[in-house]
């Protein structure tokens, strides 16, 4: 099977900066647009920033000149650094990826969810 685990999640104050992790793993073919979401305590689930694969992003307009994703395609890895960090921006964070994989008796293509990260920001 495949799988994508998140890392970089934390306690920060507001202002501060973090850089998540999201790293996929599994008999990987390739992976389409990959991205980010956000889930705040009690709020639903929001679109945070996606990338292509050929590197075209697209950000929330709450994240914007804040946020920046980027991808290690070589790693199969992406990345979000966020800077200016403020407390509304508490939540758990879950990277998504479209991949392409081997189950050992298909090709399979579909959407993959980490399990989240945390993200605390208060003073």
């Known amino acids: 099977q495949v799988q994508l685990v998140e890392s970089g999640g934390g306690l920060v104050q507001p202002g501060g900066s973090l850089r998540l992790s999201c790293a996929a793993s599994?008999?990987?073919?390739?992976?389409?647009?990959m991205g980010w979401c956000r889930q705040a305590p009690g709020g639903e689930r929001e679109l945070v920033a996606t990338?292509?694969?050929?590197?075209?992003?697209n950000y929330a307009d709450s994240v914007k000149g804040r946020f920046t994703i980027s991808r290690d395609n070589a790693k199969n890895t992406v990345y979000l650094q966020v800077n200016s960090l403020k407390p509304e921006d508490t939540a758990v964070y879950y990277c998504?990826?479209?991949?392409?994989?081997?189950?050992?008796?298909?090709?399979?293509?579909?959407?993959?969810w980490g399990q989240g990260t945390l993200v605390t920001v208060s003073s």
């Open positions: 998504n990826a479209n991949i392409r994989y081997s189950n050992y008796t298909y090709i399979m293509y579909r959407e993959v």
């Open positions: 599994g008999r990987i073919f390739n992976i389409n647009d």
């Open positions: 990338i292509t694969s050929g590197g075209t992003t």
